[in-house]
């Protein structure tokens, strides 16, 4: 199974539909998030499933526990392949939503996200978290091991640490992928394609690198080509 996830941020389906048609469900994994899914809602979830795509629901439940719960029920029914929650929410609202999809016949990955990679260590005294940022990522890492989820959303940065933390069998969804030749826009902490795996992620979210290339599919390729992928 591919390790990449190519984040469909657009404003509107019909170029999301037709990059991830150009693609194909067989090279990777495609996530939606927050613009398009409001935007589009969950018509184009369910129009990519019954297509065979594999469909992250990136939309981040934060809120009390009963309703992250029945969002993520929700968002099952949908057939989406992983969703994600803000490990911030606390164990209650974790424990809520593993509870609730273990109901399901056939449950999406469930991950938390930790600290957001856009932000840094004063992005966080700013909010109140105290300490560095792997402090922080790997507190949130073990409570979310620690309530049963099936992964995390961290830094490439902190990937060998969560890994250590919490190990093997623990799903490390990365963002903040960059190839050797891309700016960083705006994440702050980034690391190559093959860095992250060798690292210990297990899955890479990567967007403006493939989604804004004069031609994604070629771009695809060199980034299969440098972690080795066919």
Known sequence: MSPLIIALDFAQPEPALALAKLLGPERCHFK??????TRS??????????????????LKYHDIPNTVAQACLAAADLGVWMINVHALGGRKMLLAAREALDKCSKPPLLVAVT???????????????HGTLEDNV???ARLSHACSLDGVVCSP?????????????FKLVTPGIRPASHPQNDQKRVMTPAQALKLGANYLVIGRPVTAAPNPLQALLEIEASIGAT
């Not at 840094?120 to 700013?126: K, P, S, W």
């Not at 940065?157 to 069998?169: L, N």
């Open 32 to 37: 939606i998030g927050k613009e398009l899914f």
């Open 41 to 58: 809602g969950p018509a184009l979830v369910e129009e990519m499933v019954e297509q065979g795509f594999d469909v992250f629901l990136d």
């Open 138 to 140: 790997l507190r949130l």
């Open 115 to 129: 600290i957001l990679t856009s932000l840094e260590r004063v992005d966080l005294y700013g909010v109140g978290l």
């Open 157 to 169: 940065h902190e990937i060998a640490a969560v890994r250590q933390a919490v190990g093997t069998d």
